[in-house]
């Protein structure tokens, strides 16, 4: 009995598709944290009876990465998530069989080769709706002012150092400020990636902050995944 | 609602736990409806949502068209400030509609420490908790699970109880009320007719009376409708029950995160404490073919890569070994992990293990229950040292270095030489490990003692034996810690205020209900969550209610006493009970449901497969 402790089914398949899948996380599914996530896409092609290709060591995992992680609560339709299948399927095949079996929320609408390496995502846009305790069109000047200050200092919690306290003011990329609906819409351009992500939440508890602002409702989506020189990822 | 809902949800840990839209969740369009039940489970979404009669229930009520079952959780106490503070009622997950929109509302009964919830849940949705001050025909409250056996503390709250098996009883009741439903009755008038449903209970139609010396003298029916005896519901033919062909899939990780399936219900071992072994009577199985379709179905419908067999003991099987070859047939060809979780000592087979081996394990876990023989046999416990530490040894052969053992303190003739018997009995499986050849036994030999203390509960043979006061508890679990020499023995005791509160409310009458409502209004929720336990509180609330907690704990009932559950069937004979209790005080053991039948009282009409 001293193979009591080896799993099964280790035999090496070294052979694996690449896809990228492009897909939507709204409505409900907007409250489903990154980690969830991951759980929830493996279920998903299990019950679409897809293959994922695991990784061949010690302890094998089903091979998906979310190479950009998307806050709890924004809502996106350009999100991406490589995944490496243990077979060659058509796009479109693919495409219609995980979603047959996505739960509410959770769309994909482009299945293909990846081109560009996930390494090369640098920044991404939003669309930020918000009301707040002033009217749309004051939030809305405010807004203005507050990205044209000199600088912006957060605190940042670093896992080493505890906190630091970070100029965010040259990362921040204002597109667009307006008001609508009685509702204030910033477009905005912000860092992201493995190199430097800024959060939307630390941008707008920073406004809120300088400009005294009190914030009631916060509707927030990913516009856009871009490339450093502003080229559209996917 | 949903807008206020989802701002609020970002203040919250783990929010996908208030807003639904999991795979597997049925939405169906409320102008087809003509029943809305709302199902919750008094306990936060991931114990829940881990339940399994809540799937099953959830499936049952749903495969019937124009009934919708909604699920509806108690929110952590985080949450429940927020919707408080937001005017946010509760709602239920599928439709994000206020449970006052709904004509049944559910709550299974699983422990006692849920009961402050029910109340707190009902508050949330801004129904009156208590039933006489629910004047309209709905919604209506009901209840059902284990805990109904003895719903007397809760029978303020509720307007009727389900007794026993809910697959054919709850589609009964609701299909009453849609018939009735166009000639708008009265509560009263629908809960008259509900009465005449085997396995309803309808608190209200009965009157109790009690002795000057507080036990209870009578309990009555108050309208012609209401059985003397309101007799549990047993499904005949479990292989034909109704299973669901789906699950609803969490997002967020839940106590247990797998695919479920029923292989058999009821026990045929008659453990003296245990009241699952009684209340779940008789012993029933599902076909291997049932069990491997169902199987199936779920996995395929849920894409979980692990499924779990679920039974009161599974070694019980009667084909146990057939039932695992064929489904391993299955779950290895789609890398699907097979778990056992209730095995016993006593068949724990070589044969068996070998079976499971692939998945891996870091520990094995045992429940003697009690340090020596005796007592064993006191509880009927009926496992030998011997087979501990054969299955051991062979644990040990085959990798394993981890051991939990499960004990009971204050069970009924326990002497401190008992105590000394966990301590002798873990220290025997540590030697045992040394005595495994080197090259075969993992590394770092760890036992863990668990022990909690005994709560006697209703329709078990110690339904009349006091609980061990406090003192002797903690007499007892001191002595334990000074019987332990080896380091490689960890041991941990259960709170012991937890197990007392049990005790009371397990066994107690309508007269807990107003300290309950007191306690929960004292701020008492989650009362099952250590860090949101105020035993504190409770004092008080019994304090103030007038409530001795001896009285209900620590006291021995007679055989001929009235029990506030003796109005109430649970198919086990009186007379068994009585019998087995004086076995016990005798240390004499009785054989198992498969060994020959022992007269409990179930008749051979319920479809138990050893009934005679």
Redesign the interface.
């Known amino acids: 009995?001293?193979?009591?402790?080896v799993?099964?089914?280790q035999s090496l398949v070294l052979e694996r598709f690449d896809y990228r899948l492009t897909y939507g996380k709204t409505?409900?599914?907007k409250?489903?944290?990154h980690l969830?996530?991951m759980?929830?896409m493996?279920?998903?092609?299990?019950?679409a009876k897809i293959p994922i290709w695991y990784t061949q060591g010690f302890n094998p995992h089903a091979y998906l990465n979310f190479p950009l992680a998307l806050s709890?609560?924004t809502d996106s339709t350009v999100e991406v998530l490589d995944v490496a299948l243990l077979e060659e399927h058509d796009s479109d095949e693919i495409m219609t069989r995980l979603n047959a079996?996505?739960?509410?929320?959770l769309h994909i609408y482009k299945v293909a080769k990846p081109v560009l390496k996930h390494t090369e995502i640098a920044q991404a846009e939003y669309t930020i709706k918000f009301n707040s305790n002033t009217s749309a069109d004051e939030a809305k000047t405010r807004f203005e002012h507050f990205a044209g200050r000199d600088k912006i200092e957060i605190e940042k919690r670093t896992k080493k150092k505890g906190i630091n306290i970070v100029d965010i003011k040259p990362h921040i990329n204002l597109v667009s400020a307006t008001a609508s609906d009685n509702m204030t819409v910033i477009d905005i351009i912000l860092p992201a990636g493995c190199q430097f992500n800024l959060n939307t939440s630390l941008v707008m508890d920073a406004f809120c902050k300088l400009e005294s602002v009190e914030i009631?409702?916060?509707y927030t989506t990913r516009t856009k995944i871009m490339c450093k020189n502003g080229e559209d990822f996917i | 609602m949903r807008e206020k809902i989802e701002q609020l949800l970002l203040k919250t840990q783990k929010p996908s736990r208030y807003i639904g839209g999991e795979h597997g969740s049925i939405i169906k369009d409320k102008s087809k409806i003509d029943v809305r039940f709302a199902f919750c489970f008094p306990d936060v979404y991931d114990v829940g949502m881990s339940h399994l009669g809540m799937k099953i229930l959830y499936g049952l009520k749903n495969s019937v068209e124009n009934y919708w079952c909604e699920r509806v959780f108690m929110p952590e106490k985080d949450f429940e400030k927020l919707m408080r503070e937001n005017d946010i009622p509760l709602y239920a997950l599928e439709s994000l509609d206020p449970l006052t929109e709904f004509d049944f509302i559910g709550f299974t009964l699983q422990y006692e420490l849920s009961y402050t919830n029910v109340l707190a849940m009902l508050d949330l949705a801004g129904i009156p908790v208590r039933a006489k001050d629910r004047h309209d025909l709905t919604p209506i409250v009901m209840g059902g699970g284990p805990c109904a056996c003895n719903p007397e503390p809760l029978a303020d709250f509720f307007d009727l109880f389900i007794l026993g098996e809910g697959e054919e009883v709850n589609l009964e009741v609701l299909s009453l009320y849609e018939k009735m439903k166009p000639n708008n009755p009265t509560k009263q008038e629908f809960l008259r007719e509900a009465a005449k449903i085997e396995g309803v209970y309808v608190p209200a139609f009965y009157d109790v009376d009690y002795n000057t010396d507080g036990t209870v003298k009578a309990i009555t029916p108050n309208i012609d409708s209401a059985p003397a005896k309101v007799k549990k519901r047993i499904i005949k033919d479990f292989d034909k029950v109704y299973y669901p062909d789906g699950f609803v899939v969490p997002f967020t990780s839940i106590v247990h995160d797998r695919a479920v399936v029923e292989v058999l219900r009821g026990c045929i071992r008659g453990c003296r404490f245990c009241q699952a072994g009684f209340i779940y009577r008789p012993f029933r199985e599902k076909n291997i073919d049932t069990i491997k379709a169902e199987t199936k179905c779920i996995c395929e419908q849920t894409g979980y890569e692990e499924v779990s067999l679920s039974s009161l003991s599974t070694s019980d099987y009667t084909r146990i070994n057939d039932l695992l070859e064929s489904l391993v047939e299955y779950t290895d060809d789609e890398r699907i992990n097979l778990s056992l979780p209730s095995l016993r000592v006593d068949n724990f087979s070589e044969e068996l293990l070998e079976k499971i081996k692939s998945v891996r394990k870091s520990g094995l876990t045992f429940a003697p229950e009690a340090g020596t023989q005796k007592l064993r046999n006191v509880i009927n416990k009926n496992v030998t040292e011997d087979e501990i530490m054969h299955t051991c040894k062979m644990a040990f052969e085959g990798g394993y270095a981890n051991v939990k053992l499960y004990f009971m303190l204050g069970l009924p003739e326990e002497t401190m030489e008992d105590i000394e018997g966990i301590a002798k009995l873990a220290q025997d499986v540590v030697d045992l490990y040394y005595e495994t050849p080197k090259e075969k036994r993992g590394r770092g030999i760890q036992v863990s003692i668990s022990t909690a203390t005994f709560v006697p509960k209703p329709f078990t043979p110690f339904e009349f034996e006091p609980q061990a006061t406090s003192n002797e508890i903690k007499a007892k679990q001191q002595h334990l810690f000074e019987s332990i020499t080896s380091k490689k023995i960890k041991c941990s005791c259960h709170q012991q205020n937890v197990s007392i509160l049990e005790a009371v409310l397990a066994r107690g009458d309508r007269r807990l209900c107003d300290a309950i409502y007191t306690a929960w209004k004292k701020g008492c929720t989650l009362d099952g969550w250590d860090e949101h336990f105020r035993y504190d509180l409770w004092l008080e609330a019994f304090d103030e209610c007038g409530v001795d907690i001896s009285f209900y704990a620590n006291r021995r009932r007679s055989y001929d006493e009235v029990l506030p559950w003796s109005h109430l069937d649970y198919l086990v004979s009186h007379e068994f009970l009585v019998r087995e209790n004086k076995k016990a005080h005798n240390a004499e053991t009785t054989r198992n449901c498969k060994e020959g039948c022992s007269g409990c009282g179930v008749k051979k009409e319920c479809g138990g497969v050893y009934c005679g």
């Open positions: 009995m001293a193979d009591f402790l799993p099964k089914n409505g409900r599914a409250y489903i944290s969830d996530l759980r929830t493996q279920r998903v092609f299990k019950r709890l609560g079996c996505m739960p509410e929320g009631d409702n916060i």
